[in-house]
């Protein structure tokens, strides 16, 4: 347990509404993910962060944004929410190097209507 | 872009009985992680490894670089060991991961 919350851990809101979903870690790890993940899907990396204010795009960025003012906080904002970005999003966190492991927070079910 | 799949996309099996999921990649990797999901539940890992075998608990994974493929063993499966088992691979040079679609396994008593 590498001491990863995530905030809300369910909404439901309404198509063209923003809408923000919070990481807080507290293992001081320097990379940040953010994933959804849907049926028939992998999970799939949205944004990531390797540092503070250093953030870049995944697979799957369009409609999303991100911000890392903090090591402890990163920030996944869906500025008009739409029904396809109904889903499970998951936040990881990452120590320093490729030889460390992710560690995952406990998602936050999101339902756009 | 590595691809990674994994066999079988559905297991159901006898509580006791030896399991193997199965994971393939595309392109050379510098790690293999497998990771586990309740249903309705968070994402823990349970392996990472580049090369040989890792041993914990009932739990065993192997990778072979050459093939490019790596193995989830459970022996004497039991039903909490019910889950979703998703292999994730890194590629070098990178800090992201490449997920697999997952592997649910259903241990019946």
């Known amino acids: 347990d590498a001491g990863i919350t995530q905030s809300p851990r369910h909404k439901v809101t309404e198509t063209g509404t923003p809408v923000t979903l919070r990481c807080h870690q507290t293992e001081n790890h320097r990379y940040m993910y953010w994933y959804r993940q849907d049926p028939g899907h992998g999970l799939r990396l949205i944004h990531y962060?390797?540092?503070?204010?250093?953030?870049d795009k995944g697979e799957v960025s369009d409609g999303y944004s991100v911000s890392r003012s903090k090591t402890e906080d990163f920030l996944l904002t869906l500025e008009s929410a739409t029904s396809s970005q109904t889903s499970v999003y998951f936040c990881a966190t990452q120590g320093q190097g490729s030889s460390y492991e992710q560690y995952f927070g406990p998602g936050t079910r999101l339902t756009v209507t | 872009k590595n691809e990674v799949e994994q066999s079988p996309q559905n297991l159901t099996a006898q509580e006791g009985e030896f399991i193997t999921i199965n994971c393939s990649y595309s392109v050379g990797i510098s790690a293999l992680h497998w990771l586990q999901q309740h249903p309705g539940g968070g994402i823990v890992s349970l392996f990472m490894?580049?090369?040989g075998k890792k041993k914990h608990g009932r739990l065993i994974a192997t990778i072979n670089i050459q093939e490019k493929h790596s193995s989830l063993h459970i022996t004497a499966s039991h039903p909490r060991d019910s889950a979703v088992y998703i292999c994730?691979?890194?590629?070098?040079?990178?800090?992201?991961?490449?997920f697999g679609t997952g592997t649910r396994l259903t241990i019946i008593p």
């Open positions: 994730a691979v890194r590629d070098f040079g990178n800090e992201k991961l490449t």
């Open positions: 490894l580049s090369s």
């Open positions: 962060s390797y540092g503070v204010k250093d953030t």
